[in-house]
């Protein structure tokens, strides 16, 4: 049976089951039970409902309509992956295109119901939803799953086991992190916390494991108040050294889902996250008659993002490595094409994955690489497979996205390069590309701004010529710990109920990464991890600027100077002689002279 025969299928019985329980309006995520970006194999309900294998998006199925609502990072590949299944693209940000709480709203009907398993749903969502149900005078069921019966291969429940991230790499002990966020609490005007983001709960107990593809966590929650502090996952997980650190901590361990009975019982004033925790226990927290829900974002959200001394030094020490990793791939990857070998998007992905996987501390990779030539650059995040990868031809450009996961920490960048002739428009919006990209990671600015107030300089190049990609300019990079991680970012356009407004602080590592996505010809992404530091202060105020973290050449066959002023090509040079020296030591030979020839001054 084909894939689409097979989807056809799959949505014909969850409509049945939809049917004889009284569901009118089946809404699946993309989340596990904590909200994360990215999902274990357990929780690919969506996945397996749509065929769709991007990392964001929500089917909502009806008696005879589905739609698919995704971002515009994924348009172009989700258009292809859902076509003739019985599933409808909304391009969830575009003009005319309803969002999904308001598509929900235009269907429901007095006396309809609404259905989804609430673990997956974040709060700050279900609350929109059951707004929308009570004014409908429809009903909400949280705890449908149509699908699981159906999902009969289904991975299981992920439960690795952890291991603890040293103080010499995160730089902070577990009692000063609790020190820290139990601070955070008191100007807060609360007591505890419960914690269900997976990053933030790693984070506060220095550990990293595996339950999640290319994110090193464990699934788990925890609860902190000024006398206790409770991590909520299988005890298996952890060998004696772990639990004796816990132990000095005064760190309690208990099963993953006796979350939900303590927190039916617990008292006082407790932060709850509503963008990141679960319906679920949402509503059992505020049906807790003894307990004040402070709804706020958890604390760690902005500790975890302020990178210290140790890891800021850690992660500019890795970066040379990683980035040495990317630029041999680069020389090599030219070499192959120009040679007449014949190697695919996936071949290239594989090369390029097992160099990084030599690095010393390399534990695995931040995310898929993304390897994409000719049209396929223009899915932002097209993963090639050794079935449907593209051979590399020698011309155009083969956009590559990749990082991985250290001891040191997260790696996340990309480089577009040259296969062989390119054409005027290609040069052309590479080099505006290049242009934002320098303009931002050069910014001086003051203490206050965030994302928004810088987003423009990344985006400013393209917009003069009539040009804009569909996603932010940057994201926040984790330590060892999501590649996507808040409260920081750079876009240009406010998004209503999310909080993307954090301001820029020092120890903060962002991507820079804009980029032109052209339908059916090409795809053009530069990215450099940038970290904020302090430059100085004056009458004015505090001003910052960031460092480049990232350390690999720009192609510079794709680059047309007449579209640089004096400060472009002077902000080229200046990082090309930066990437050079600290990269030198790496190369020797004829590798060390194409590093020389790549980084030279125009």
């Known amino acids: ?53 991007g990392s964001a998006g929500t089917a909502v199925i009806l008696k005879d309509e589905a739609k698919l609502f995704t971002d515009g990072r994924y348009y172009v590949q989700a258009a292809k992956e859902i076509e003739g299944t019985g599933f409808e693209l909304m391009k969830d940000g575009s003009v005319g295109v309803p969002t999904l709480s308001e598509y929900v709203a235009s269907k429901l009907e007095e006396g309809m119901c609404l259905g989804f398993d609430g673990r997956t749903v974040d709060a700050r969502l279900g609350l929109k939803l059951a707004d929308i149900v009570k004014n409908k005078k429809a009903s909400l069921n949280l705890t449908f799953d149509a699908i699981a019966d159906i999902f009969t291969d289904r991975a299981a429940f992920p439960e690795s086991k952890a291991f603890y991230l040293d103080e010499k790499y995160c730089g902070t002990t577990i009692n000063e992190k609790l020190a820290m966020l139990r601070e955070s609490l008191k100007k807060a005007n609360a007591d505890s916390n419960i914690i269900a983001s997976l990053d933030d709960v790693c984070w506060l107990f220095n550990i990293r494991g595996n339950d999640v593809w290319c994110n090193p966590v464990i699934m788990s929650y925890a ?30 361990i208990r099963p993953y889902e006796a979350v939900y009975t303590d927190a039916a019982n617990i008292s006082g004033r407790v932060i709850v996250d509503t963008k990141r925790v679960n319906m679920r226990l949402y509503n059992i927290c505020m049906d807790n008659k003894n307990l004040n829900c402070v709804l706020s974002e958890n604390p760690t959200v902005l500790l975890k993002a302020i990178k210290n001394e140790t890891e800021i030094k850690n992660l500019k020490d890795v970066h040379l490595e990683d980035g040495a990793a990317l630029t041999k791939f680069i020389f090599w990857t030219k070499k192959q094409v120009k040679e007449g070998k014949q190697i695919t998007e996936a071949d290239a992905a594989e090369y390029l994955d097992s160099l990084r996987a030599k690095i010393s501390d390399y534990i695995e990779l931040s995310f898929d690489t993304i390897s994409a030539t000719g049209p396929n650059g223009a899915m932002m995040h097209y993963h090639a497979t050794k079935e449907n990868a593209d051979i590399l031809k020698p011309e155009g450009m083969l956009l590559v996205d990749s990082g991985g996961q250290y001891l040191r920490g997260t790696t996340d960048v990309t480089r577009t390069f040259a296969l062989g002739p390119v054409t005027d428009e290609m040069k052309k919006c590479f080099t505006l590309t290049l242009k934002g990209m320098l303009a931002l990671a050069n910014a001086r600015f003051l203490h206050g ?112 100077p007449k579209y640089l002023e004096a400060v472009d090509i002077k902000r080229l040079n200046a990082y090309h002689e930066e990437v050079y020296n600290n990269l030198k030591d790496f190369f020797t030979g004829e590798e060390l002279e194409e590093l020389k020839a790549a980084t030279k001054a125009i």
């Open 1 to 53: 049976m084909s894939k689409v025969e097979t989807i056809k299928e799959r949505l014909a019985s969850v409509r049945e089951t939809m049917a004889k329980t009284g569901v009118d309006i089946y809404l699946v995520l993309t989340n596990d039970y904590h909200i994360s970006e990215y999902s274990g194999d357990y929780f690919k309900e969506r996945e397996f409902i749509t065929g769709f294998t």
């Open 223 to 252: 609860y902190v108040s000024m006398d206790k502090a409770i991590l909520y996952t299988d005890g298996d997980r952890f060998n004696e050294e772990i639990l004796a650190m816990f132990k000095e901590a005064n760190v309690e």
């Open 449 to 560: 701004c965030n994302g928004f107030s810088l987003d423009i300089l990344a985006r400013g190049p393209l917009w003069d010529e009539g040009i804009d990609y569909r996603c932010g300019t940057g994201h926040g990079v984790g330590y060892l710990l999501n590649v996507h991680e808040a409260p920081n970012g750079f876009r240009w356009k406010h998004i209503p109920g999310v909080n993307d407004l954090a301001v820029l602080e020092p120890g903060m590592v962002t991507s820079d990464e804009p980029g032109v996505y052209e339908e059916g010809k090409f795809g053009i992404r530069i990215e450099n991890e940038i970290v904020c530091k302090k430059d100085y202060e004056n009458e004015y105020g505090t001003f910052l600027s960031f460092d480049m973290l990232t350390m690999a050449p720009i192609d510079l066959e794709l680059v047309d």
